[in-house]
């Protein structure tokens, strides 16, 4: 079945200016990568590119059809030149107010692929760089890619041409329930809730630092103690993380060393699908929070051990607080530089043939 790449052009391929109309040369300059990624994309993928883009009373005369087009033309040449063939054009000129359904995020403009056997929307893309492009793939029931701070076009074109690394998972037993979900091309965002309040800043030090998108909501036995609720969450992340990273097909593998006040933390990374710990981590008091110490090992040890992950921890300092938190912000780093992935070399990094 054929896919789409929908392309927004203000904002999206073209930097918009204060009044929102690209009505001159003068205006007109191109979002950092945009050529470069789309080119990647055609080059390299069998998408088909449309470009979906509303412009506001085009042929009124507040934007005449003769300040648009030449501007316009010269975009489409340009992108062409690079290789970038846009399949379709879609061009709606409507207002706000008029509540058109062409207009996005009305899908009206597009309805030729709508329930079209041709097309697998749910394996297709819009790209822009508003909440209306979010919602015009919604109510296509596509996927939606979103330029911004945390997002860039060379971000779009890996994850076009080599998936999202997306997984949730759920962990039930007689003593926890969890159920977790993650993004690791996430924004850093994160939603945790494990009942233990130390150990959930420590878990969002990972999706803050690591950039990774991160949902844990657990259910566990405190009333008896914390072990089974750090232990079984550690187990389900770390196959979280092993779904999400798939055939591990151009990581860079490895990833950390960060100082935290008096505390110089290490965290090395091995994504060689051979679970190991090495742990250096003194703690003399018994709790952090409500978080036993003595669990820290056993959170750590169990995450290598079901993510298939070789870790190398090491910390110095006096503070223990400052100490854990940054051994859970060096393992985020670490994390990052790791799954971290270069689709121009796009092959496992390993000798073997596998990981």
């Not at 042929?59 to 975009?75: L, M, S």
């Not at 879609?90 to 709508?114: C, V, W």
């Not at 051979?274 to 090992?297: C, K, N, Q, Y």
């Amino acid at each position: 079945m054929k896919k789409l790449l929908m392309v927004d052009r203000d904002g999206t391929l073209i930097k918009e200016p204060a009044d929102e109309q690209i009505d001159s040369f003068e205006k007109l300059e191109f979002v950092e990568g945009a050529i470069g990624a789309l080119s990647f994309i055609r080059h390299h993928t069998d998408y088909e590119i449309a470009l979906v883009s509303n412009q506001d009373g085009l042929g009124t005369p507040a934007f005449p059809e003769e300040t648009f087009w030449p501007v316009h033309n010269f975009i489409i040449k340009t992108l062409e030149g690079e290789g970038v063939k846009f399949d379709y054009q879609f061009i709606d000129r409507h207002f706000p107010e008029d509540n058109h359904p062409d207009r996005k995020p009305g899908i009206g403009m597009l309805k030729q692929f709508i329930d079209n056997p041709d097309y697998d929307l749910s394996a297709s893309y819009v790209i822009g760089d508003r909440d209306t492009d979010r919602q015009l793939a919604e109510n296509l029931g596509a996927k939606a890619l979103i330029i911004n701070d945390t997002t860039s076009w060379e971000k779009v074109a890996e994850i076009v041409f080599a998936g999202e690394r997306k997984a949730s998972v759920r962990r039930t037993t007689k003593e926890t329930d969890i159920d977790i979900s993650l993004n690791l091309d996430g924004e850093g965002k994160s939603c945790i809730s494990t009942g233990l309040g130390f150990f959930d800043h420590m878990l969002e030090q990972i999706a803050r630092h690591g950039m990774i998108d991160l949902n844990i909501k657990v259910a566990g036995d405190l009333n008896v103690d914390e072990h089974h609720t750090i232990e079984d969450t550690a187990l389900a992340l770390g196959e979280c993380i092993r779904q999400a990273l798939g055939d591990k097909r151009g990581i860079e593998r490895y990833g950390y060393c960060l100082p935290m006040d008096d505390c110089l933390c290490q965290v090395a990374i091995d994504f060689g699908g051979r679970p190991w710990l090495v742990w250096d981590a003194e703690f003399h008091r018994e709790r952090i929070g409500e978080m036993p110490t003595e669990m820290f090992l056993h959170f750590f040890k169990s995450l290598s051990d079901a993510a298939g992950i070789n870790l190398n921890i090491k910390a110095e300092g006096t503070n223990e607080h400052h100490k854990i938190e940054g051994i859970f912000k060096a393992l985020a780093r670490a994390l990052r530089t790791a799954v971290k992935r270069d689709v121009n070399h796009f092959q496992l990094p390993s000798t073997k043939g596998m990981l």
